[in-house]
């Protein structure tokens, strides 16, 4: 059992397709924020795996730093959109 | 990567697709937040089995956070008048956009260029597409995420302004 690059990418390609899918089935607008977590998360995959399999000069950690940027840019985009469906809802 | 952490690596994978199609079939606004839990979970096991465990931690927390607050009090809802065809197209969409980029993952021999899994096939049509490749992969790594990251903004702000559009009346 052996991990590569291509797996690395293939898992990247399903987490950012299943977010996109989550973004456009869900009724509520509110909730199809719940796909952005998701789709940052399948390309800070995508970016950790080339990261650790295929940067050869580029320090390993650049991966790590752009997907730990993702995931907090994913955080800002939901809560920024529950805030402004709240605020449009009150209206 | 031995044996332990291919095994992590696809336990995890399974955990966060699993978990990111049960956000969108599951019934209940806490079900739906505890799945997308789930799914950081799987998330950040992917990261940690990757050596890349503050990244992992980090998208831990993000994933929690994200679940909280689609599961707190302030949530709102807010339903636009979206036929069901144009929710059908966009799944179908979402599929083929999967179809495109596990092929292009496939297919993409610049993964081979780097690591050896198999020889060095592209560039034979002369276009030195390895040689660009291999410059974007190294020496120009940092403006290649750079260049990355702004398209996945993009896509993102084109999502958001065309959900916006779709509650015009």
Known sequence: MNVSLVTVLFVASGLVAVGAFVSVWRRDLTHALAGLPLMFGGAGTAFVGVSQFAAVSSPQVLGQEVAVLLSIVGLAAVALGVGLAGREASR | ?169
């Open chain 2, 1 to 169: 990567m031995d044996s332990l952490h291919a095994i992590g690596f696809y336990m995890s994978a399974g955990l966060s697709v699993a978990g990111g199609l049960a956000v969108a079939f599951l019934q209940g606004r806490g079900r739906r937040a505890l799945a997308l839990a789930v799914a950081g979970v799987g998330v950040a096991g992917i990261y940690t089995s990757l050596s890349a465990g503050l990244a992992g931690v980090v998208a831990l927390i993000s994933f929690a956070g994200c679940a909280l607050l689609l599961a707190g009090p302030s949530y709102r809802v807010i339903e636009p008048a979206v036929s069901g065809r144009w929710r059908q197209i966009g799944a179908v969409a979402a599929a083929v956009l999967f179809a495109v980029l596990a092929w292009s993952a496939f297919r993409g021999n610049f993964a081979a260029a780097f690591t050896g899994y198999s020889p060095i096939t592209l560039g034979g049509d002369g276009s030195g597409a390895t040689q660009v490749g291999r410059q974007l992969f190294t020496h120009d790594a940092l403006s290649t995420d750079a260049v990355g990251a702004l398209v996945l903004v993009a896509l993102v702000g084109a999502t958001a302004v065309w959900r916006g559009r779709e509650r015009r009346p």
